[in-house]
């Protein structure tokens, strides 16, 4: 019947080898109608049916997932069928270049180094991931460097300035020592197997100097709190020592500062508490 087969089939590569395919049910599709995916990379292979089905909350198949796909420079064929009570639908069927779903990685290891006193910097970055292109020369990318306002608040962007380039380096001359920036890159053919669409951007890289001035006075109040609390616990050990020193007599040195008529003066003092006393005994008589 007219309206049963499925509609509005994508199907999508990412991460270089996984690809996930979704549809629509048919508008004229009933409840019980079940759909089943076959698929072949080229035509001297056989149909492989999924093996991971996605459902609705009929229960319906309305796309699969993929994984280790390979992608060549044929057309992948797949075919979509199904049954409603036992009775056949409509089948849809769609022929696709692989490398022409393909969702691009980012650009990989994306750096920026900085000449102050020459006010440029060089970008420079490596080709997206991919499966099937090792040519350097089959990409050409979209730059983003954007100017920001403060880091420290809500960051607005003052100025954003585009590029689309080829090469794998670029140079950037309104570099200011006083301002900080983000740089961010996508990828997209140049001329070969390759996805027309732009790729996924790759994660901001931050630049400049105030994000230094920013980390070394972070630093400096880390470290002012850090001597403060220190300087705080020596007073206290101090002011706890001298309490504690105070309520311990020193023991007398018998030796300090004696001069010899203070020694034979203290001499003499001992020999007469040690003279030897008379004792007198009473005897009473008793009668």
Same mark, same amino acid.
């Given at each position: 019947?007219?309206?049963?087969?499925?509609?509005?089939?994508?199907?999508?590569?990412?991460?270089?080898?996984?690809?996930?395919?979704?549809?629509?049910?048919?508008?004229?599709?009933?409840?019980?109608?079940?759909?089943?995916?076959?698929?072949?990379?080229?035509?001297?292979?056989?149909?492989?049916?999924?093996?991971?089905?996605?459902?609705?909350?009929?229960?319906?198949?309305?796309?699969?997932?993929?994984?280790?796909?390979?992608?060549?420079?044929?057309?992948?064929?797949?075919?979509?069928?199904?049954?409603?009570?036992?009775?056949?639908?409509?089948?849809? *069927?769609?022929?696709?270049?692989?490398?022409?779903? *393909?969702?691009?990685?980012?650009?990989?290891?994306?750096?920026?180094?900085?000449?102050?006193?020459?006010?440029?910097?060089?970008?420079?970055?490596?080709?997206?991931?991919?499966?099937?292109?090792?040519?350097?020369?089959?990409?050409?990318? /979209?730059?983003?460097?954007?100017?920001?306002?403060?880091?420290?608040?809500?960051?607005?962007?003052?100025?954003?300035? /585009?590029?689309?380039?080829?090469?794998?380096?670029?140079?950037? /001359?309104?570099?200011?020592?006083?301002?900080?920036?983000?740089?961010?890159? =996508?990828?997209?053919?140049?001329?070969?197997?390759?996805?027309?669409?732009?790729?996924?951007?790759?994660?901001?890289?931050?630049?400049?100097?105030?994000?230094?001035?920013?980390?070394?006075?972070?630093?400096?109040?880390?470290?002012?709190?850090?001597?403060?609390?220190?300087?705080?616990?020596?007073?206290?050990? =101090?002011?706890?020592?001298?309490?504690?020193?105070?309520?311990?007599?020193?023991?007398?040195?018998?030796?300090?500062?004696?001069?010899?008529?203070?020694?034979?003066? /203290?001499?003499?003092?001992?020999?007469?508490?040690?003279?030897? *006393?008379?004792?007198?005994?009473?005897?009473?008589?008793?009668?």
């Amino acid at each position: 019947m007219n309206g049963t087969a499925i509609e509005n089939f994508v199907c999508v590569i990412f991460n270089v080898s996984f690809m996930n395919c979704t549809w629509h049910v048919g508008r004229t599709a009933s409840g019980d109608t079940q759909y089943f995916l076959y698929w072949k990379n080229s035509k001297k292979e056989n149909f492989t049916g999924c093996q991971n089905y996605v459902k609705d909350n009929h229960g319906r198949h309305t796309g699969c997932r993929f994984q280790n796909i390979t992608i060549e420079n044929k057309r992948a064929h797949f075919l979509v069928n199904g049954s409603r009570s036992g009775q056949n639908i409509q089948t849809y *069927e769609k022929k696709i270049f692989l490398y022409e779903i *393909e969702k691009l990685t980012p650009p990989l290891n994306v750096t920026v180094s900085c000449t102050e006193a020459s006010h440029f910097c060089e970008i420079r970055w490596q080709p997206p991931h991919t499966s099937h292109v090792k040519r350097r020369a089959c990409f050409k990318y /979209e730059l983003v460097i954007e100017n920001k306002a403060d880091p420290n608040k809500n960051i607005k962007t003052i100025s954003k300035m /585009e590029r689309s380039i080829t090469g794998n380096s670029y140079i950037f /001359e309104s570099f200011s020592a006083e301002k900080r920036y983000s740089i961010k890159i =996508r990828a997209t053919d140049n001329g070969c197997l390759v996805s027309p669409s732009w790729g996924e951007w790759s994660t901001p890289v931050e630049f400049g100097k105030e994000r230094l001035t920013s980390a070394s006075s972070y630093i400096l109040f880390v470290t002012s709190v850090l001597a403060a609390t220190l300087i705080l616990f020596l007073c206290t050990v =101090r002011i706890y020592l001298k309490k504690t020193s105070t309520t311990v007599p020193q023991p007398r040195n018998p030796f300090h500062d004696c001069s010899p008529m203070d020694f034979q003066t /203290e001499y003499k003092n001992i020999f007469i508490k040690h003279e030897p *006393e008379d004792i007198i005994t009473i005897i009473e008589e008793v009668e």
